[in-house]
C-alpha cells in the first residue's frame, strides 16, 4: 500500500444502509490487521454516526444522502462520516450531557448526545466540524500506543 488510499461510499440517509457500511469497515479493518475487538469498536462507531447523521440531519424523511469516507494508513484507519442536513450546536450538546454516575439508573441518561460519546469511548480520536452540515471524523490506529495523553477530547470547530 502507498501512504495511503482512500475509499468513498455514498448512501441513502435511511437506517436500512447502516449494515452495507457496517460490512464495508469490517472487511477494510481486517484487510489493515485490526483485531477483532477493534473491527467491532469501528462497526458500533460508524453506525452510531450514520445514525446521528439520519436522525438529527435529516429528521428522519430519509431524503438526503450520507458520505462515508474510509482513509487507510500504515498505522490507523480514518473514518470520515458527513452529511448536509441541519446544524446541531455541539457545544450545548456537550452541556446537556455530562459524565455516567453509578447512582443514575439507565433510563435516566439523556437520550441526545449519548451517541457521540460513545463514539469517543470507542475510537481513539474524534474530531466533529458542523459548519455546512456536521462532518465527524474518527481514527482509530492500530497500534493502540500511538495514541496521544490529550486525543480523548471531542474537539470543536466552527
Not at 482512500?6 to 485490526?34: C, H, N, Q, T
Not at 500511538?146 to 470547530?157: A, F, L, M, W
Amino acid at each position: 500500500m502507498k501512504d495511503h488510499e482512500f475509499i468513498e461510499m455514498k448512501i441513502p440517509a435511511k437506517a436500512d444502509y447502516v449494515g452495507v457500511v457496517r460490512l464495508s469497515i469490517s472487511g477494510i479493518a481486517s484487510r489493515l490487521g485490526f483485531a477483532y475487538d477493534a473491527i467491532e469498536d469501528l462497526k458500533v462507531a460508524v453506525s452510531e454516526a450514520i445514525t446521528n447523521a439520519v436522525e438529527h440531519a435529516y429528521n428522519k424523511n430519509g431524503e438526503g444522502e450520507v458520505t462515508i469516507g474510509f482513509g487507510l494508513y500504515q498505522d490507523r484507519l480514518e473514518t470520515v462520516v458527513a452529511d448536509h442536513g441541519d446544524h446541531f450546536d455541539l457545544n450545548e450538546l456537550k452541556g446537556g450531557v455530562g459524565p455516567y454516575k453509578g447512582s443514575e439508573s439507565v433510563e435516566e441518561l439523556q437520550e441526545n448526545g449519548f451517541g457521540l460519546f460513545l463514539i469517543d469511548a470507542l475510537m481513539d480520536k474524534l474530531e466533529i466540524t458542523n459548519d455546512d452540515g456536521a462532518i465527524v471524523l474518527m481514527t482509530k490506529f492500530l497500534n493502540e500506543t500511538e495514541v496521544g495523553v490529550d486525543d480523548d477530547q471531542i474537539p470543536t470547530t466552527r
